[in-house]
């Protein structure tokens, strides 16, 4: 196998607010895989760094470092070497992980989706990943939900627990019947924040709130969960709390599921079935990739969610002013999976912007 590394920039149409800071463009790297038959396999690697949980100097080392390790093997020798490389950038990982797959679903001639799990749905619905609370306008708002979106997400933490709590009692009064708020907090809130949120939003239609304390453990957790009825998800706190007690205890409704920080497809859906087990439900978000990466979270939630019971953050193409290939395409709130194998069908060329 021939293996190329491909560096890409892709600037934000308007600037991406986050509690950590303020984004204006997406770096990362294309990772292309040919086979000596003129087959390709596509991956993306896009470190959050912002999140401070991966250093894109350490990405890219570990990119390097598996180029080395995996050209000239066979397909099936590459996968496992991969799976037992240890201490490896999540985002290499998941980067190299998806462009073997590609080419093994291409020889399989199984959708990515399909590859991982057989009943995979053929469509996907996804929320419309918004902004900030307070900065988003009413005319804004009624478009995305006009476009046919159900869940509308918003970042808090970026103003104060007070203010946004204000414009979100002022969007709910706006909004049609069905249409609900999923909020998430980056860890920003002391526990006092939390409470007074959840004090103050309860009658609001919030369909969950992710990640809403800066220093969580299972305690502090369950300690929340004791003070709502608004279901609760993990994100960031999978990478730092224990799992499986965090699972068992019963605090959280949801586990959020990204490639890019968890180690890739296979590792999500290992924790997708473990929290299956315990009655959580999975909801599969990017982490801002490029169009490669988003068609890979779009089939693992088209795996991991067969019977469409809930919305994915999948919708965060449109947040770029270039990308390096066709996102996928949302209608009435939905993505169709494409019957097309392989990640190419995204257009992908690789000649993208950088």
């Known amino acids: 196998m021939k293996i190329r590394l491909l560096p890409y920039s892709l600037p934000f149409s308007t600037p991406w607010h986050t509690a950590q800071g303020v984004l204006h463009s997406r770096d990362g790297w294309l990772v292309k895989i040919s086979t000596a038959d003129g087959v390709t396999g596509w991956g993306d690697c896009a470190p959050p760094s912002w999140l401070g949980t991966e250093q894109v100097s350490a990405a890219d080392s570990d990119l390097q470092r598996l180029q080395r390790q995996l050209s000239g093997l066979d397909l099936l020798s590459a996968l ?52 900030t609370i307070t900065q988003l306008s009413d005319m804004q708002m009624m478009r995305v939900v006009d476009g046919g979106m159900k869940v509308l997400k918003f970042k808090a933490g970026v103003a104060g627990v007070h203010e946004e709590i204000i414009r979100l009692q002022q969007i709910a009064r706006l909004l049609p019947e069905g249409v609900r708020l999923r909020i998430d907090a980056n860890q920003a809130w002391t526990m006092d924040d939390a409470l007074f949120f959840f004090q103050g939003s309860e009658k609001l ?91 890979a979270c779009v089939h693992l939630a088209a795996a991991v969610d067969p019977m469409q019971r809930i919305a ?13 290939g066709k996102p996928p395409e949302i209608k009435n ?10 990640v190419t069908y995204s257009g992908c060329t690789g000649r993208g912007p950088g």
């Open 80 to 131: 496992e070497c991969l799976g037992s490389t240890e201490e490896i950038s999540s985002a290499a990982r998941f980067a190299f992980e998806t462009a073997l797959l590609d080419l093994l679903l291409q020889q399989q001639s199984l959708p990515l989706s399909r590859l991982l799990n057989l009943q995979a749905a053929p469509m996907v619905e996804v929320n419309a990943a918004v902004g």
């Open 205 to 295: 239609p919030i369909e969950s709130v992710e990640e809403p304390l800066r220093n969580p453990d299972v305690e502090a957790w369950r300690s929340l969960a004791k003070c709502t009825r608004i279901p609760l998800a993990a994100d960031e706190s999978l990478l730092t709390t224990d799992i499986e007690a965090l699972l068992e205890s019963g605090c959280i409704s949801r586990v959020v599921l990204k490639p890019t920080m968890l180690g890739g497809l296979r590792r999500c859906m290992d924790l997708h079935e473990k929290a299956a087990d315990a009655g959580v439900q999975s909801v599969v978000t990017t982490t801002l990739e490029s169009a490669v990466g988003v068609w």
């Open 312 to 324: 994915h953050g999948l919708a965060t193409s449109s947040w770029f002013s270039e990308n390096v």
């Open 333 to 342: 709130g939905k993505i169709l999976l494409p019957e097309k194998l392989g």
